[in-house]
């Protein structure tokens, strides 16, 4: 079956540090990737999407993904994190077949001052 | 301002009591969506339509119903039939021929 994976439930990085958040993928064909965020009780805001092309996507609020076909990956990374990215992420893929978006579980992502 | 609307943003109902979730967009967008999000279970496809008079059920449909009589509005019916019918649901749309889909703000629903 077609899915999308989050390995990670829960994140917690210190303000200014790295991120990364893990996503993988299992679909037959590369399908359209996208990375949402979740602040509590709101909707999901498009952070980025990878269609084809150039494998190094850049996004709002300081954010990249890299999708990688040989891992089925397309993890997200900002360089230096802020507090206000402390909020849920969401990773997810379009396949035609089916012609919906399939979510991965979630990383709830928090933030240290 | 263009946007998805839902409302309202809470609601509590009885078991038993069916409930119907409003979900109007104003983006002239021809595929509508609905979904459950519970946590540690990402979200769950419920219903989607493509096009007036046309829905699809997804992958969680046993108790819940649409309809889709005007372009601007996706309205979701939980029944009684849902066992377990609390959670937030997020209704979404997107253009014809889009793959990426924007969201409204959430209902969160609680039967008490």
Known sequence: ?113 | DGGITQSPKYLFRKEGQNVTLSCEQNLNHDAMYWYRQDPGQGLRLIYYSQIVNDFQKGDIAEGYSVSREKKESFPLTVTSAQKNPTAFYLCASSPSGSREQFFGPGTRLTVL
């Open chain 1, 1 to 113: 079956a077609q899915s999308v994976t989050q390995p990670d439930i829960h994140i917690t990085v210190s303000e200014g540090a790295s991120l990364e958040l893990r996503c993988n993928y299992s679909y037959g064909a590369t399908p359209y990737l996208f990375w949402y965020v979740q602040s509590p009780g709101q909707g999901l805001q498009l952070l980025l999407k990878y269609f084809s092309g150039d494998t190094l996507v850049q996004g709002i609020k300081g954010f990249e993904a890299e999708f990688k076909r040989s891992q089925s990956s397309f993890n997200l990374r900002k360089p230096s994190v802020h507090w206000s990215d402390a909020a849920e992420y969401f990773c997810a893929a379009f396949t035609g077949g089916g012609n919906t978006l399939t979510f991965g579980t979630g990383t709830q992502l928090k933030v240290e001052l």
